[in-house]
């Protein structure tokens, strides 16, 4: 495994997403959070929405049962977005009493004191920065939460939370072999194609000048939550390619997408959300494959994409 610094916290590569447990066995949710553990991974990724809050709740009840002391795992849990009693996404909230509220929840449901990382969700337009501030210096002031980091932010919504002091550590978006906006545009500069266009600014350099690790989410779905790529028959050039790298790396081909994000310097960590055992180590195997620059291309290129 490998890890690197989020602050002053030392994360793993993997980071293990938590987002599809509630409706897993408990007993099979502890086996993959030990599988994981075993390979190295001492990063796990929540959020209070996920599950309407069971995901934390089920994370906190499995932790115990692993009998883990806390200070040897790094707990990632994130807020900010409201659903209405279905369950719908009604608005995004980051005013500093909900900030302050939502951070008591999740330290209930997942059963522990301290919130390593916590992340703001997805970004809420009428966000006043200052307000923002002023709920985390209380947390770290507190004790409830060690280092803060966004999630679907671009490099300005970035810039709005450092003009307050606010040290972001990391920040979460969806990336994988079927999802790049982060580097097409960059790949494509100043072309009247669309691929030209950028989706996310600035966004990726943004955080290497400022040491803000990207964590890649959804590592192995097409579109949002469309379904998995890898092995899927509507993607028979990119996984031809996955295959032949597979077997030129003597590893899975799901290992070889994961490795792909990590080959990128941008790309610190990838936030699995397998909830099987022996995915998850396909997904750890990952983190020790250094795939080269020119396997790196052929993969990017596989799906039909095209450099100027
Ligand atoms: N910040 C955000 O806005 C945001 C949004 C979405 C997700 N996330 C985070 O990212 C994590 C990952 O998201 P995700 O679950 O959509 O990503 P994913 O890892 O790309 O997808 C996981 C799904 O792929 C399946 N899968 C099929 N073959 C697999 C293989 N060979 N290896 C691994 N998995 C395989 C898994 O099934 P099995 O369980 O059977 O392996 C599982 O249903 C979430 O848990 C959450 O923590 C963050």
């Not at 997805?122 to 501030?133: F, G, K, Q």
């Amino acid at each position: 495994m490998k890890y690197c610094n989020l602050g002053d916290i030392r994360s793993s590569a993997i980071i293990a997403g938590c987002m599809r447990i509630a409706d897993k066995p408990l007993l099979q949710t502890e086996k993959v959070l030990f599988e994981a553990l075993r390979a190295g991974v001492n990063t796990f990724d929540l959020a209070d929405v996920y599950g309407g809050g069971d995901c934390e709740r089920i994370f906190g009840v499995a932790m115990r049962d692993l009998e883990l002391p806390r200070k040897d795992y790094v707990l990632q849990t994130k807020c900010g977005i409201r659903k209405n009693e279905d369950g719908k996404i009604v608005l995004f909230d980051f005013s500093h009493d909900y900030i302050l509220s939502c951070v008591e929840n999740s330290l209930k449901r997942l059963n522990t004191e301290y919130i390593d990382i916590l992340l703001l969700h997805r970004p809420d337009t009428l966000i006043v920065e200052e307000e923002v501030a002023r709920a985390f210096e209380t947390l770290q002031t507190e004790g409830k939460v060690r280092a803060f980091g966004v999630s679907n932010f671009s490099a300005g919504q970035m810039r709005l939370l450092k003009k307050e002091g606010i040290n972001v550590v990391a920040n979460q978006m969806q990336f994988s072999l079927l999802h790049t906006p982060m580097i097409d545009a960059g790949l494509n500069v100043n072309m009247y194609e669309d691929v030209s266009v950028s989706r996310a600014g600035d966004t990726l350099e943004y955080c290497r000048v400022n040491n803000i690790a990207l964590q890649a989410w959804s590592p192995l779905q097409y579109g949002f939550f469309k379904g998995v790529f890898v092995g899927n028959e509507n993607y028979p050039l990119l996984n031809a390619e996955l295959n032949a790298m597979a077997e030129k790396y003597g590893c899975a081909p799901s290992t070889v997408a994961i490795a792909w994000i990590l080959r990128h310097p941008a790309f610190k960590q990838v936030v699995t959300g397998t909830t099987s055992p022996e995915h998850m180590q396909e997904m750890c195997a990952a983190a020790d494959i250094e795939l080269s620059k020119e396997d790196w291309y052929k993969l990017y290129l596989a799906p039909g994409r095209t450099l100027p």
